[in-house]
């Protein structure tokens, strides 16, 4: 059984910064790429970012790329998101997932997913 846990999340004015971070149960993180997506209300899950097993290979959505940064810690269980100069539309619930030993933006490619941690972004 895998289990992600989400941490970070909170009230941040806009042009701050947050870091997340997902913790994961298991032995086998490091063969695992890893995502973050987020979904605000009304809307479909939204990929943000992703690193692959082993952190040499990043994407980010357009949305977010030059202000986020994704990085992992295979030997701690944990992947970051790094936020900054965040944006009212970045407001959303933030997951992190499991995947294969790839980066994808896809949610269907993803197994595993933690309960999400609540980002809202205030002017």
């Known amino acids: 059984q895998v289990q992600l846990v989400e941490s970070g999340g909170g009230l941040v004015q806009a042009g701050g910064s947050l870091r997340l971070s997902c913790a994961a149960s298991?032995?086998?993180?490091?063969?695992?790429?890893m995502g973050w997506f987020r979904q605000a209300p009304g809307k479909e899950r939204a990929f943000v970012a992703a690193?692959?097993?082993?952190?040499?290979?990043?994407s980010y959505a357009d949305s977010v790329k030059g202000r986020f940064t994704i990085s992992r810690e295979n030997g701690k269980n944990t992947v970051y998101l790094q936020m900054n100069s965040l944006k009212l539309e970045d407001t959303a619930v933030y997951y992190c997932?499991?995947?294969?030993?790839?980066?994808?933006?896809?949610?269907?490619?993803?197994?595993?997913w933690g309960q999400g941690t609540q980002v809202t972004v205030s002017s």
């Open positions: 690193v692959n097993w082993s952190g040499g290979s990043t």
């Open positions: 997932a499991r995947g294969a030993g790839y980066g994808s933006s896809r949610p269907s490619d993803y197994n595993y």
């Open positions: 298991g032995s086998t993180f490091g063969i695992y790429a």
